[in-house]
T-cell receptor, first 114, second 110 residues
Framework: KAGVTQTPRYLIKTRGQQVTLSCSPISGHRSVSWYQQTPGQGLQFLFEYFSETQRNKGNFPGRFSGRQFSNSRSEMNVSTLELGDSALYLC?????????????FGPGTRLTVT | GQSLEQPSEVTAVEGAIVQINCTYQTSGFYGLSWYQQHDGGAPTFLSYNALDGLEETGRFSSFLSRSDSYGYLLLQELQMKDSASYFCAVRPVGTYKYIFGTGTRLKVLA
């Protein structure tokens, strides 16, 4: 079974631009979560989607948004990029999100904002 | 607030046993998970404690004590490949979000 895939793997953007990251979960997994990982802040929860519905959002500004499609694939968008948005963005999928405690992480998208 | 604290770094020699602690301040959660992340890699699931007590999976064991707000990951017969960062994580009751600990970098020396 294929693992979680994320595209692109690396991205360089300029302050003020916007970016869209994509995540394809493991086949059959309906829950997708997104995390931001930085050396200083560790793994920070962004949001979780299940059956195209956002069930939880982390403490991030409204510039961070996401969505999930009917095939469970998910995208996250960051508008008006700031230098502090430079990070590794990880998505993780699980079967149900609630009852399923094991999350499967993708390789991440390394975003650099200059 | 909700937070999980871990030692930032632990060093041990090959073949030894090491314990990575996770102390938390959170009102209620479903269980305590542990993840391993090698440099440049994605976090991978190691273990889960739904109830208090010890869970064993091969060389790795994990422990949870809700009364002490404390858990740990125990790695036995350390190997060089165990050099990685380790994170504890919880899902607060009534939510679908995971809070991760500050992470512990384990260095295994030959």
């Amino acid at each position: 079974k294929a693992g979680v895939t994320q595209t692109p793997r690396y991205l360089i953007k300029t302050r003020g631009q916007q970016v869209t990251l994509s995540c394809s979960p493991i086949s059959g997994h309906r829950s997708v979560s997104w995390y931001q990982q930085t050396p200083g802040q560790g793994l920070q929860f962004l949001f979780e989607y299940f059956s195209e519905t956002q069930r939880n959002k982390g403490n991030f500004p409204g510039r961070f948004s996401g969505r999930q499609f009917s095939n469970s694939r998910s995208e996250m968008n960051v508008s008006t990029l700031e230098l502090g948005d430079s990070a590794l963005y990880l998505c993780a999928s699980s079967l149900e999100g609630g009852a399923s405690y094991e999350q499967y992480f993708g390789p991440g998208t390394r975003l650099t904002v200059t | 607030g909700q937070s999980l604290e871990q030692p930032s770094e632990v060093t041990a020699v090959e073949g030894a046993i090491v314990q990575i602690n996770c102390t938390y301040q959170t009102s209620g959660f479903y269980g305590l998970s542990w993840y391993q992340q090698h440099d440049g890699g994605a976090p991978t699931f190691l273990s889960y404690n739904a109830l208090d007590g010890l869970e064993e999976t091969g060389r790795f064991s994990s422990f949870l004590s809700r009364s002490d707000s404390y858990g740990y990951l125990l790695l036995q017969e350390l190997q060089m490949k165990d050099s990685a960062s380790y994170f504890c994580a919880v899902r607060p009751v009534g939510t679908y979000k995971y809070i991760f600990g500050t992470g512990t970098r384990l260095k295994v020396l030959a």
